[in-house]
């Protein structure tokens, strides 16, 4: 079992999963859910990121907002020096 980690994704294929082909022809790859050592032992479980999606949102929001409040403030003092002026008869 050990010696099966070496080889090639495309000897695996062949041993672990017939060549199965998709809608566009794709081979499907097997997904291996245990991983070994040599000697066969498990390796211990992976880090698991806790709060994850809290940490993107915490992330993405303020810069999000100062974003918008940087475009906005931009386009204000672009119109106040008359850099860009939208007109009137743009809004049609």
């Not at 022809?25 to 991983?35: C, F, I, N, S």
């Not at 698991?48 to 303020?62: E, N, Q, S």
Request: glycine residues 8%; contains cysteine.
């Amino acid at each position: 079992m050990a010696s099966n980690l070496r080889l090639p994704i495309s000897v695996l294929r062949g041993r672990l999963l017939p060549s199965l082909k998709g809608n566009f022809g794709q081979a499907l790859v097997p997904v291996r859910t245990k991983v070994c050592y040599e000697t066969g032992a498990l390796l211990e479980k992976p880090v698991h990121v806790r709060f994850g999606l809290i940490k993107v949102a915490c992330t993405v929001t303020p810069f999000l907002t100062m974003g918008g409040i940087l475009s906005r403030e931009f386009a204000a003092w672009l119109e106040e020096h008359e850099l860009f002026v939208p007109d009137e008869d743009d809004d049609d």
